[in-house]
């Protein structure tokens, strides 16, 4: 299940819970009575004295007797027409609830569909009208189905309608030729590039260099001096000892 799946089926639990807990509120601690319709309550009441659900189909299929039928086993379960009525008004908005959020889901987000579903979960004049048993909540139930069967074809066919534009479009690029591809590529690949390799310099090339005069003033070139000794030092005479030191300025030897 990935993370979508999973927030709409927690955003689904909390949206039947919070309608649940708040009609079950309403019931218990603000509701002061219940008005039935009456027409509705007598041909219930029929089917449970004679032969069940058979007088309530006696006249053909149609709407109020489909509100009768679920009344009737609602009847069952709780043992008064009343109390069975309003919590088959409980049932009826529950499902409401949640199929207004599968629609706005669809048409918009699940957090807009969220939003506009809660508000309607929490509505206090729709909690109130669940004292009148009539077929009101049953006909604004099938309204809401019709409107999620609707939404949900539509979806259906645009996805599929979006699908067929992508295989096509796969097809078309598969299409191509292979020259085209190789053409491109190549004008892609064959861009000029500047040499920017070091090239190897020859001991040879370097006498060809020939190398400007320099047009700056520069200063006088100093006249390259030789030192030598004051005299030639033989074979016999090559060491530091020097003792004649007649006619010669030798300030450091004494």
């Keep these: 299940m990935n993370k979508k799946s999973w927030l709409t089926g927690l955003f689904i639990i909390i949206l039947a819970s919070i309608a649940i807990i708040a009609r079950i509120y309403y019931i218990n601690a603000l509701m002061s009575e219940v008005n039935i319709n009456e027409e509705i309550y007598n041909a219930a009441k029929v089917s449970v004295g004679t032969n069940g659900l058979k007088t309530v189909f006696a006249d053909g299929i149609h709407i109020e007797s489909l509100y009768i039928c679920n009344l009737y086993f609602a009847f069952l379960i709780f043992g008064n027409f009343t ?19 599968i ?17 309607l979960a929490i509505f ?7 004292s009148q048993v009539t077929m009101f909540h049953m006909m604004l139930l099938l309204g809401a189905m019709a409107c999620t069967i609707v939404v949900l074809i539509v979806r259906l066919l645009f996805c599929r ?6 295989r096509e479009e796969q097809q078309r690029m598969s299409l191509i030729p292979d020259a085209v591809t190789d053409q491109k590529e190549t004008e892609d690949t064959t861009c000029v590039l500047p040499d920017t390799s070091m ?7 370097l006498d060809k260099v020939q ?6 003033p520069v200063p ?18 090559d060491d530091y000892d020097v003792k004649d030191i007649t006619g010669k300025d030798y300030y450091d030897i004494e």
């Excluded at 309608?161 to 992508?166: E, F, I, L, N, V």
């Excluded at 006249?223 to 074979?235: G, I, Q, S, V």
């Design 83 to 101: 109390v069975a009525g309003v919590y088959l008004n409980v049932v009826y908005q529950v499902l409401t609830v949640l199929l207004v959020f």
């Design 103 to 119: 629609v706005l889901k669809n048409l918009t987000n699940r957090y807009i569909g969220f939003a506009g579903s809660l508000i």
């Design 124 to 130: 206090p004049m729709y909690i109130e009208s669940l």
């Design 161 to 166: 309608h979006t699908a067929k534009d992508s």
């Design 199 to 205: 090239k190897e310099i020859h001991y040879d090339d």
């Design 211 to 216: 190398y400007i005069e320099n047009p700056l």
């Design 220 to 237: 006088k070139r100093k006249e390259h001096k030789e030192m030598d000794y004051a005299f030639e030092l033989t074979d016999n005479d």
